[in-house]
T-cell receptor
Framework: DQQVKQNSPSLSVQEGRISILNCDYT??????FLWYKKYPAEGPTFLIS?????DKNEDGRFTVFLNKSAKHLSLHIVPSQPGDSAVYFC????????????FGPGTRLSVLP | EAQVTQNPRYLITVTGKKLTVTCSQN?????MSWYRQDPGLGLRQIYY???????DKGDVPEGYKVSRKEKRNFPLILESPSPNQTSLYFC????????????????FGPGTRLTVT
C-alpha cells in the first residue's frame, strides 16, 4: 500500500493561472516533506520542502501547504509558466528513517500558453 | 560543476547477463542511494549507503547488489537480470545520511534506462 499518494496523474492549467498539486500520506511518523520536479530525460531536481512544525513554506512562485490533521500537503505555483510543465513528485520522510524518502507516483503538470 | 553521473544512460541486455550501472558524485556527499522509477509507482528505493562501507536495503532490494568502497562511487549490480528489472534507474546523493535536526535534499543523476529481454 502506497504511503504517499498523488491521486491526480495529470493536471493542465493556463499560463498565468494557479497550479495546485496535491499529495496525501498515510504514515503519521512522517515529519518532513519535499517536492521534486522532473523534466523528461533528466533526474528529479529539488524544488521546495516543509517541516511538520510549519504549515506553510514559500519560495518565490512556489508555496507548499501542510495540513497535518488531514495528512495532506499541496504545492501551489503562482503564476504558472510553460517552463513549469514537468512531473512533480511529493516525497516524505521521518527523523527515524534518516534520509530515506518515500516518493509518490507523481503528477504531470502541463502549462498551456 | 557539482553533479551525479550515471553510466550507461541506456542499456539493453538479456536475462541472466550480469551488469553494473555506475554512479559517481563530486560533491563529497556521505549519503548515496539507488531508486527505480516505474509507471504509477513513483520512485522506489533499492539500496542506500550512509557512508563508505555502510550500505542497507531500501524498499525493493531483491535482485540487486551494491558496494561503497569509495565515497564518490556507488555502483548498482544486477547479478542475473530478469525482465521485471526493466525500469528507469536513478542514483542520488545528499550531504549527510542521518537527518539530525534537518533534512538534506537529494541530488539525482540523469537516469539509466534498462531493458532486460
Amino acid at each position: 500500500d502506497q504511503q504517499v499518494k498523488q491521486n491526480s496523474p495529470s493536471l493542465s492549467v493556463q499560463e498565468g493561472r494557479i497550479s495546485i498539486l496535491n499529495c496525501d500520506y498515510t504514515n503519521s511518523m512522517f515529519d518532513y516533506f519535499l517536492w521534486y520536479k522532473k523534466y523528461p530525460a533528466e533526474g528529479p531536481t529539488f524544488l521546495i520542502s516543509i517541516s511538520s512544525i510549519k504549515d506553510k513554506n514559500e519560495d518565490g512562485r512556489f508555496t507548499v501547504f501542510l495540513n497535518k490533521s488531514a495528512k495532506h500537503l499541496s504545492l501551489h505555483i503562482v503564476p504558472s509558466q510553460p517552463g513549469d510543465s514537468a512531473v512533480y513528485f511529493c516525497a516524505a520522510s521521518a527523523k527515524h528513517y534518516g534520509q530515506n524518502f518515500v516518493f509518490g507516483p507523481g503528477t504531470r503538470l502541463s502549462v498551456l500558453p | 560543476e557539482a553533479q551525479v553521473t550515471q553510466n550507461p544512460r541506456y542499456l539493453i541486455t538479456v536475462t541472466g547477463k550480469k551488469l553494473t550501472v555506475t554512479c559517481s558524485q563530486n560533491m563529497n556527499h556521505e549519503y548515496m542511494s539507488w531508486y527505480r522509477q516505474d509507471p504509477g509507482l513513483g520512485l522506489r528505493q533499492i539500496y542506500y549507503s550512509m557512508n563508505v562501507e555502510v550500505t542497507d536495503k531500501g524498499d525493493v532490494p531483491e535482485g540487486y547488489k551494491v558496494s561503497r568502497k569509495e565515497k564518490r562511487n556507488f555502483p548498482l549490480i544486477l547479478e542475473s537480470p530478469s525482465p521485471n528489472q526493466t525500469s528507469l534507474y536513478f542514483c542520488a546523493s545528499s550531504l549527510k545520511g542521518l537527518a539530525g535536526e534537518r533534512f538534506y535534499e537529494q541530488y539525482f543523476g540523469p537516469g539509466t534506462r534498462l531493458t532486460v529481454t
